[in-house]
């Protein structure tokens, strides 16, 4: 099976030993993505809406990377600090994915690795063998 990274550039990466992500086959897994811009800017501070946006729009791009698209996705998983944020969240999660349909999965967490950010998505998407 052939295995190709696909990296944003992060400086984290090279820290931490990750992929933004990872392509086995014909299954694509994207590390968890915060709303964080090539400047390490956070984007949307107290705005969990627009975190979501720009986390889905990062992923997108990983993703067409790796070869696949959102239609490909088969599994989110959102990590909210406010679960009482959900349904911005959700609301971001539909405009990207209302006619795809994952599976899903949105739990609340203590806290990410900078306090402005609310919202970390990771993805799994599968092409059909």
């Known amino acids: 099976m052939s295995r190709i990274n696909i990296s944003s550039g992060a400086k984290w990466?090279?820290?931490v030993g990750y992929s933004r992500a990872v392509r086995a086959g014909n299954v694509v897994e994207v590390a968890?993505?915060?709303?964080?811009?090539?400047?390490?800017e956070v984007?949307?501070?107290?705005?969990?809406y627009a975190q979501t946006?720009?986390?889905?729009?990062?992923?997108?791009?990983a993703l067409l990377e790796a070869g696949v698209t959102l239609a490909d996705v088969v599994r989110t998983r959102i990590f909210v600090t406010d679960i009482s944020q959900w349904e911005a969240v959700g609301r971001a999660?539909?405009?990207?994915f209302r006619d795809i349909r994952p599976a899903a999965t949105m739990v609340e967490v203590k806290g990410l690795i900078d306090p402005a950010l609310m919202v970390e998505i990771e993805v799994t998407a599968r092409l059909a063998e």
């Open 93 to 96: 999660h539909g405009e990207f």
């Open 32 to 40: 968890g993505t915060t709303a964080v811009n090539d400047h390490g």
């Open 43 to 48: 984007i949307g501070p107290n705005d969990p």
């Open 53 to 61: 946006l720009f986390v889905l729009g990062k992923i997108e791009k």
């Open 13 to 15: 990466e090279a820290i």
